[in-house]
């Protein structure tokens, strides 16, 4: 089965080579596509952690709350229940969830109590089409852009996750992980041997950094979502790289951070997601880094 889809996926690949438009409108489509359902995953994903770990915590605690009244969670999935207002639990037709077109023709309202849907929707949207056809014109019409497109609506997932719950969710980036190995196997990105190294430095780098800071300060400086993420990166990029992602990650999270102290009276103990950081940083260093590094080594030298 998977033979025969690597042969459909070549048949294809040899179409949108031939016709460039039509290449672009797929990826224009299926990215507005996914858009949206990334919008689910964004939502959902932190609910099904949630109950899950309430879940456990009675299991485990099961007599210390034998007595209390369990919370009422309900129990969601990607599929279920179907998406409703959130005021009026009025069901959303399947007209009134096309990607983009259905906020705007709505007027960004529901159609039943006219409570207004946030603009958030189609402007994730919107930036799932327009990465997507960004990675796609850099890597043009082959199984690599496929790859990549995959990793970039999973880096969206995790950074809106991450900006709404400061948590960077085990069930997207493992898989980015192994993901990232196996498409290394044949050297797709860089050699295995570089990907495994890249993925251990990942991980062994920031969880150093993490035990130092609490060593030294007595406090929790980054999540372990943080070290998974760096990990992905090291297996996809490999190790070479990742100086260089680490350091614009760092220099823009310094500069918000600032900002939002500055200007936003954030107050410093107020955590900071820096998983957003990591991922722009990433998906950047996996497009151009090579050329960013090049030219950052002839400047420093």
């Excluded at 294809?12 to 990334?38: E, N, W």
Aim: contains cysteine.
């Amino acid at each position: 089965m998977l033979e025969n889809f690597f042969s459909l996926f070549n048949q294809f690949t040899v179409i949108f080579q031939q016709t460039t438009v039509l290449f672009y409108f797929t990826v224009a489509l299926l990215s507005l596509i996914v858009g949206s359902f990334l919008n689910v995953v964004i939502y959902r994903i932190p609910k099904m952690m949630e109950y899950t770990w309430y879940q456990d915590c009675r299991e485990f605690l099961a007599d210390e709350v034998a007595n209390i009244k369990p919370k009422n969670l309900p129990q969601v999935t990607l599929s279920k229940p179907d998406s409703t207002c959130p005021k009026c639990d009025h069901k959303i037709r399947f007209y009134e969830n096309i990607p983009v077109f259905s906020w705007l023709f709505l007027k960004g309202k529901c159609s039943q109590c006219k409570n207004k849907i946030s603009a958030r929707y189609p402007l994730i949207e919107i930036a799932t089409m327009g990465l997507s056809l960004i990675a796609a014109h850099h890597f043009g019409a082959t199984m690599i852009t496929l790859w990549v497109l995959l990793l970039t609506w999973c880096l969206i997932s995790l950074t809106m996750i991450d900006l709404d719950h400061m948590l960077l969710p085990d069930q997207i980036t493992l898989p980015l992980l192994w993901l990232g190995l196996l498409i290394n196997i044949n050297g797709t990105f860089v050699p295995l041997s570089d990907a495994v190294i890249g993925a251990a430095a990942g991980y062994m780098s920031l969880y150093s950094v993490f035990w130092l800071f609490k060593a030294l300060t007595g406090k929790e400086g980054m999540g372990f979502g943080d070290f998974k993420l760096f990990a992905v990166f090291g297996a996809w990029i490999g190790w070479q790289l990742l100086p260089l992602l680490i350091l614009m990650a760092s220099v823009v999270g310094a500069v918000v951070g600032i900002t939002l102290i500055i200007f936003k009276n954030h107050q410093r103990e107020q955590g900071i997601p820096f998983g957003p950081y990591l991922a722009v940083a990433g998906w950047i260093t996996l497009l151009w880094g090579e050329g960013i590094w090049s030219w950052y080594l002839q400047k420093l030298l």
